[in-house]
């Protein structure tokens, strides 16, 4: 998420969308938001925390189970572990299911695989020619959550909740 709010940040720089006043407000705005989260993220899986403690005015849970186990294993040969992530994540998106019945139906699963793949592929080849002005800001957009996307996929165990 990070770098994805970078590139969006100059993205809408370069694009004169935003300018820089308008940029700092948003990258404060999500830091007052997200400081939470990091501070969760960093109490659980950091400190390792056991009991509830206190962030500014809000209690920070322990978890009762760890959830690291939806990261990889960056001992032993990350490269492969990651290149597997990746395969088996494009595999259970086109399969429709990630095997958990909470998540998925198979062949439906949480999305139609099959037919966003085809909205997916018209929609990256389209030119400027074709889509107005808005509607092309809008698909830069989702170009750039798509690259900024890679980094996560590979990194985290797939399934439908991730």
Do not use: E
Request: glycine share 4%; proline share 7%; net charge positive.
């Amino acid at each position: 998420m990070p770098v994805f709010l970078f590139v969006l940040a100059v993205f809408l720089y370069k694009s004169n969308l935003l300018n820089i006043k308008m940029i700092v407000v948003y990258l404060i705005s999500i830091l007052v938001m997200v400081l939470p989260l990091i501070y969760f993220a960093f109490s659980i899986f950091i400190k390792h925390i056991s009991k509830p403690v206190k962030f500014l005015w809000m209690d920070v849970p322990p978890l009762p189970q760890s959830r690291t186990s939806s990261l990889i294993d960056f001992s032993g040969n990350v490269v492969n572990t990651m290149l597997h992530n990746f395969i088996s994540g494009c595999q259970m998106y086109w399969s429709g299911t990630d095997s958990l019945s909470r998540n998925s139906t198979a062949p439906f699963g949480m999305v139609f695989p099959w037919v966003l793949v085809v909205f997916v592929i018209i929609g990256l080849l389209s030119s400027k020619k074709l889509l107005p002005n808005k509607l092309m800001v809008l698909k830069n957009i989702c170009v750039i959550a798509l690259i900024t996307f890679v980094p996560v996929a590979l990194i985290t165990v797939p399934n439908f909740t991730h």
